[in-house]
Structure formats: structure tokens, C-alpha cells
């Protein structure tokens, strides 16, 4: 059984930076593909920032030149460094990882629960 569990979220003032980290537990061959997906109230959720296992790294416009997205393959972790936090980054903040299994290539689609990020003077 795969988990992701994030940590890191809570209440910042605008301007402030927070980091979210997201660590991948169980059974699994390797990780893929590791992202960071928000949530803000009443809208859909959309990709924020993804890194490939390679390293390369893409991100959402609104979070350009702010976030960071980063990977510790030897601790199966996602971190996600935010800078310049707005108001408009509130939002639940979730984990994705593209895990493969025994004999797999690619894998599957894994989740968090989420964690809560609120930027707010």
C-alpha cells in the first residue's frame, strides 16, 4: 500500500513563504512523476508545479519565479518552497506521485489527503 503524506501547510501573511513537503511510503519499484496540486474554495483543482524523475521541472504562470519544486529521490520526498505568498495562493495543497510497482514502467496515480495553506494578514 502506497501513501503520500504531506506536511508543512498553515496560516502566513501575505509576502511570507511556507514549504510543504511530501514524503511517498510503502511497497512500490520507483517514483515518476511528483507534483503539487492546489485546491482554492469553490474552484478546481489545478497542477501548481510538477518534476519529472530527471529533475525537470514545470510550473503553473500564477506561481512562476515564487515556487520552487524540488525532489529527494533517496528519501522518496517532494518539497514545494513558496515565496511571496498572495492571497490568492490559499488553497488545500496536494501531493500527487506517479508510483510504479514491482515489474511496472510507468505506474500509477497516488494521492495525498492534503494539507491547508491560508495566506491571510
Known amino acids: 500500500q502506497v501513501q503520500l503524506v504531506e506536511s508543512g501547510g498553515g496560516l502566513v501573511q501575505p509576502g511570507g513563504s511556507l514549504r510543504l513537503s511530501c514524503v511517498v511510503s510503502?511497497?512500490?519499484?520507483?517514483?515518476?512523476?511528483m507534483a503539487w496540486y492546489r485546491q482554492a474554495p469553490g474552484k478546481q483543482r489545478e497542477l501548481v508545479a510538477k518534476?519529472?524523475?530527471?529533475?525537470?521541472?514545470d510550473y503553473v504562470d500564477s506561481v512562476k519565479g515564487r515556487f520552487t519544486i524540488s525532489r529527494e529521490s533517496a528519501k522518496n520526498t517532494v518539497y514545494l518552497q513558496m515565496n511571496s505568498l498572495k492571497p490568492q495562493d490559499t488553497a488545500v495543497y496536494y501531493c500527487?506521485?506517479?508510483?510504479?510497482?514491482?515489474?511496472?514502467?510507468?505506474?500509477?496515480?497516488?494521492w495525498g489527503k492534503g494539507t491547508l495553506v491560508t495566506v491571510s494578514s
Open positions: 500527487n506521485a506517479v508510483v510504479a510497482g514491482a515489474g511496472e514502467w510507468y505506474g500509477r496515480d497516488y
Open positions: 510503502g511497497r512500490f519499484s520507483h517514483i515518476n512523476v
Open positions: 518534476i519529472s524523475a530527471g529533475g525537470s521541472t
